[in-house]
């Protein structure tokens, strides 16, 4: 992955290498990775469990730290900050859709997506949020509570979320592994769509072929190492090069 | 963020129950507590008696010393300390004509009292006599009839007496018939008067003493110019002058030493139950943390600092804390309330002395429970602090975490300072030294099973998943392999638990461990086969002695007495064949009580590095120093207190002179012995007597009872209240249980089980917890490391922490599994 763009990429990772634990017990989750995620892309990591994708997309985000290597989000390099540093940044320059569980049970379709200003100490931009879930489609539900809302809803408002401090990476992991195929293709084109009218970078960590179709780029991981980037991708065509990765290659 | 605590706790008010209820019992009870301190502290006694007259000089009531202090630096620090004497302290006749002197004086009234009851008379309060002089003092007027002359007496309105009636008055004297002469118009709340004549009055009390002087300003004298006249010309005599209602805690001398007990015992059980407190709201505040575990993860995921979360789950208690600790502190003022009525019943509190209750103990108790629901947020959002933001990203986010190194270290210095205490215990031995150690080192054994319970969980669910899954197959399986996996959970069920438990033990077998003990000493020490109990007149006892086949009969007298500044129990013996009817177990010299000689306890003796034939001074009741020669040093001080003093020095320093028990020794028989006892005295056998004893043993048991009893109920709501908001949590496993074919019977099964497991864990543990206590607190004051443990009651405490814990768990296990 190279990219001849003047400006820096939007996450770039050189050499980036975790281990978890100790001595014999020791497990290399990611082994010297380097990768550029150029902005404006929407790029899915796919491979099989344990394959280290999911501590790519932690030490990517600045949700964990690399045990060596250098990450760095636009100018910013994140390798040596502090916990603290790390909340900050994460607030306002990346942001996040989980599996599940993205919302605070307690607020409001509303406060939930402004959350991210409240912890900041900022007001939120009110046309700003109200545009942010007109374009995920909830404006007739800002005022529900997660409870009241249907799965697929709950996932929108964490795609709001996310969107809402206007970040330079949202970072997926397994957005869609919670939904029905119906709803999970819903929220597949809301982030496509986010991409492409709004310039957002995404980055989705993925097992689903499907998912991983909609995406301008797919990295296969492996035992912890970057073996395939693949453009133009197809659920075929990545569902057949996931049967013949790591071990069973 | 103060929006945000306020949101959660409106979404998550179960889980804010727990921590509400604890901060609320803990309010009410620092409130409760609070009012019995300050009742101590500024509690006053009206003045009955004397409230005829504006002042007053009798004797100081109080001991004095000095003790110096040098400070290292040079500079050497005074500090005078003093105490209220237990009995009333008398003055020389002969002031009365020194503040009559004092210019302003119209007139001096002096004062007798001494022990005089009208037999057969109503009321069980007790009953004094006076010279007739003194009646304005009140001021009790005749209502009919004149003033007593010599065989003569006038009694009260609550009497029940006419003028002319005759009387017979037990005094020290004995017991002699009176004429009624007169009754008073009025009579006092709680106390009744017998007035005799002036010299019938001076016969019956001390010669040449008073106990008080009224002085009888002149019209239009100022009182308080008038009385610091008087203090003046008093300079150099033991007299003092009192005014307002300082007549009153001369008259109640009972009443200052209450004022003591209701001090130490507020601010011990009031510190008691903010340290429970304390610890129970970190229990319920940390499972509650637990609760929230992925909400927290995600919260810290989009950006939220640990500061931030260590603030917002401050705020959270805050406002969990600002809601209960008013309420609570309301309802404590009930409970106050409530305790001093209960404690008025027992004795503890005079009736003299009124209840204080002003708004500075609720505003205290809330403002403590407020800072307790801080701190106890604070210590148990340290762990949230390490929930790493990745863990919102797992499905299995609510994994047991590993055990905090810093938390085991802290669980080791407590278990640390158990240990120190223990041995600090084990080395005490006066009760109000051990008294509060006992009760602090079982709450540090405590919070040390709170901060290692994780590991003993995880330890012990290691060692029976192989028993239970033989036991009770799928359902033991499942309940090992939760406990295990739950280790957390687990612990912040058996801390309540075992506190239940534990403390309860320690709290009920502290009076049985001292009582057991106390009975030995006197079963093994008394040689007497009946005990005469009441009021006995010396004259009575020289009538049982004179009973054929009586070979000794010793008059008992106990009062309090101090040797410097040491305070001891000290029991007056007559000297007379003592030896037949009483063995203190005497280790060295002879055991005698002729003239000065006096008896001490080897731990007084210790205390006060005294052997056989040294002179000692004894600062007696009402304040007078006696010397006495120590004949023998003795052991069984627990039943027979730790000085025997010579009788007739005990009875001349005394308010009541009286014999209250005479030992009696020989072949006589009991209806012998009756008849020469005459009314109103029980002649017991020796099994009677035990029994007379456990009576009272038992009513003072229960004053410690029901003060600690808060504490007991405290730690029950506290076991309650976490085992419901565990298991309440577990909705979703157990519903997922079901979902893959686990049968009910199985999920309750599991529930039941793992509760056992909770009792079971919390009962060895509780028990271990309450057995070295009391061992070391057994062998620190009764010299034998044997802690009381009475089965019964023991089985009682274990089965009622199991009821309650099956309660808590299957109750809300139904309701969840209800609620698919």
């Known amino acids: ?249 | 963020m103060l929006g945000l605590a306020l949101r959660t706790l409106r979404s998550r008010l179960s889980g804010f129950v727990g921590a509400f209820v604890a901060l609320l019992c803990a309010a009410a009870m620092v409130t409760a507590c609070g009012i019995l301190l300050d009742t101590g502290l500024r509690g006053t006694v009206p003045p009955q008696r004397y409230a005829g007259t504006p002042i007053i000089v009798a004797g100081d009531q109080e001991v004095h010393w000095t003790t110096s202090k040098d400070k290292g630096d040079g500079e050497v620090k005074e500090k005078t300390k003093s105490k209220p004497l237990t009995e009333r302290a008398w003055i020389p006749a002969d002031l009365a004509a020194k503040v009559a002197a004092v210019p302003g004086v119209a007139a001096v009234r002096t004062e007798v009292t001494f022990p005089a009851t009208v037999i057969g008379a109503p009321g069980d309060g007790e009953s004094w006599g006076h010279g007739f002089e003194s009646a304005p003092l009140t001021p009790y007027a005749l209502a009919t009839g004149a003033e007593p002359k010599t065989g003569e007496v006038v009694l009260d309105a609550h009497s029940g007496a006419k003028t002319g009636d005759t009387v017979r008055v037990l005094t020290a004297d004995g017991v002699g018939e009176y004429k009624v002469s007169g009754i008073t118009a009025t009579a006092l709340d709680g106390q009744s008067s017998v007035f005799f004549s002036t010299d019938e009055a001076a016969r019956l009390a001390r010669a040449g003493q008073l106990t008080a002087i009224g002085v009888v300003p002149a019209p239009g004298t100022d009182t308080g110019a008038l009385a610091d006249a008087v203090r003046a010309a008093l300079t150099g005599t033991p007299g003092k002058v009192y005014t307002g209602d300082d007549r009153g805690r001369l008259e109640f001398v009972d009443a200052d030493a209450a004022r003591v007990k209701l001090i130490s015992m507020g601010g011990a059980i009031g510190g008691s139950a903010l340290l429970v407190a304390i610890l129970v709201v970190v229990g319920t505040f940390a499972l509650s943390m637990q609760q929230r575990h992925r909400e927290i993860a995600l919260l810290r995921a989009i950006g939220a600092t640990p500061r931030q979360m260590r603030s917002l789950i401050g705020r959270e208690a805050l406002l969990v804390g600002a809601t209960a600790a008013p309420l609570g502190a309301l309802a404590g003022i009930g409970l106050g309330v409530w305790l001093g009525s209960r404690f008025r019943d027992l004795g503890v509190l005079p009736e003299a002395l009124d209840l204080v209750i002003s708004p500075f103990p609720p505003i205290v108790a809330a403002l403590a429970t407020l800072l307790a629901a801080f701190v106890a947020a604070r210590v148990s959002a340290r762990g949230v602090i390490r929930v790493r933001p990745t863990e919102a990203l797992s499905e299995s986010g609510s994994a047991a975490p590993r055990v905090g190194v810093a938390r085991i270290l802290a669980g080791l210095l407590a278990v640390a300072g158990g240990v120190v205490l223990l041995i600090v215990l084990s080395g005490l031995r006066t009760e109000p030294a051990a008294g509060p150690v006992t009760f602090l080192t079982a709450i540090v054994w405590v919070v040390a099973l709170s901060l290692l319970g994780p590991l003993l969980a995880r330890a012990v669910a290691f060692l029976l998943t192989p028993v239970l899954s033989v036991l009770l197959r799928a359902g033991g399986y499942l309940a090992a392999k939760t406990a295990r996996a739950q280790a957390r959970r687990m612990a912040s069920v058996i801390t309540p638990l075992g506190l239940l438990v534990g403390m309860t033990a320690t709290i009920l077998f502290v009076p049985t461990t001292m009582g057991d003990a106390a009975a030995d000493d006197l079963r093994a020490g008394t040689l007497a086969s009946y005990t005469v109990a009441g009021h006995v007149p010396s004259s009575t006892a020289e009538a049982i002695r004179a009973v054929p086949g009586v070979t000794a009969a010793t008059e008992s007298l106990t009062t309090t007495v101090r040797v410097g500044q040491d305070k001891y129990r000290a029991q007056g013996l007559s000297a007379q064949n003592l030896t037949l009817t009483v063995d203190p177990g005497v280790v060295d010299g002879s055991f005698s009580l002729d003239g000065d000689h006096a008896a001490i306890s080897s731990l007084a003796a210790d205390q006060r590095g005294l052997s056989v034939g040294d002179k000692f001074t004894v600062t007696m009741g009402d304040g007078v120093h006696v010397e006495l020669t120590v004949s023998a040093i003795y052991s069984r001080h627990l039943g027979f207190g730790d000085l025997l003093l010579p009788y007739p020095v005990v009875a001349a320093h005394v308010d009541t002179p009286l014999a209250s028990t005479v030992l009696v020794s020989g072949t006589a028989d009991a209806a012998a012995l009756r008849a020469a006892a005459g009314p109103g005295l029980a002649v017991l056998n020796g099994a009677e007597t035990a029994d007379a004893r456990d009576a009272a043993a038992s009513a003072n048991a229960e004053v410690q009872l029901i003060a600690m009893g808060l504490i007991i109920a405290f730690a029950a709501i506290a076991a309650v209240n976490t085992l419901a908001m565990a298991t309440a949590d577990r909705a979703r496993e157990l519903a997922l249980l079901r979902l893959i074919g686990t049968t009910r019977r199985q999920v309750l099964l599991m529930l039941r089980t793992e509760t056992a497991v909770a009792v079971v864990l919390a009962a060895i543990v509780g028990t271990g917890i309450a057995l070295a206590t009391l061992t070391a607190f057994a062998s620190g004051m009764t010299g034998a490391a044997r802690p009381g443990f009475e089965l019964g009651t023991y089985a009682v405490i274990v089965g009622g922490a199991a009821a309650l814990a099956w309660i808590a768990t299957v109750l809300p296990g139904r309701v969840a599994l209800r609620r698919q």
Not at chain 1, 22 to 27: E, P, Q, S, T, W
Not at chain 1, 118 to 129: C, F, I, S
């Open chain 1, 1 to 249: 992955m190279s990219t001849t763009v003047a400006a820096p990429p939007a996450v770039r990772l050189e050499s980036v290498t975790k281990t978890y634990g100790k001595g014999a017990n020791a497990v290399r989750a990611l082994r010297s990775v380097s990768v550029d995620i150029p902005r404006g892309s929407f790029t899915a990591v796919m491979g099989p469990s344990g394959s280290g994708k999911s501590t790519f997309l932690h030490c990517a985000a600045g949700l964990d730290h690399p045990t060596s290597g250098s990450v760095r989000l636009g100018d910013t390099e994140l390798a040596g900050m502090s916990e603290t540093a790390l909340t900050k940044l994460r607030r306002t320059r990346v942001g996040f859709v989980f599996q599940s569980f993205n919302l605070v049970p307690a607020l409001t379709v509303t406060e939930n997506v402004t959350l991210p200003f409240r912890l900041a100490g900022q007001k939120a931009d009110k046309e700003w949020t109200a545009e942010v879930l007109r374009r995920v489609g909830l404006e007739q539900r800002a005022g529900h509570r997660p409870s009241e809302l249907s799965g697929g809803q709950q996932q929108r408002v964490a795609v709001a979320r996310a969107l809402v401090t206007r970040p330079e990476v949202v970072f997926g992991d397994e957005p869609t592994g919670a939904l029905d195929t119906v709803t999970a293709k819903e929220i597949l084109n809301l982030l496509r769509a986010t991409v492409d009218a709004m310039g957002q970078t995404v980055v989705m960590v993925t097992h689903d072929p499907v998912a991983a179709s909609y995406a301008d780029t797919v990295l296969f991981l492996a035992d912890g190492d970057i073996v395939e980037a693949m453009s133009s991708p197809t659920a075929d065509k990545v569902a057949e090069r996931m049967t013949h990765l790591g071990a069973w290659s």
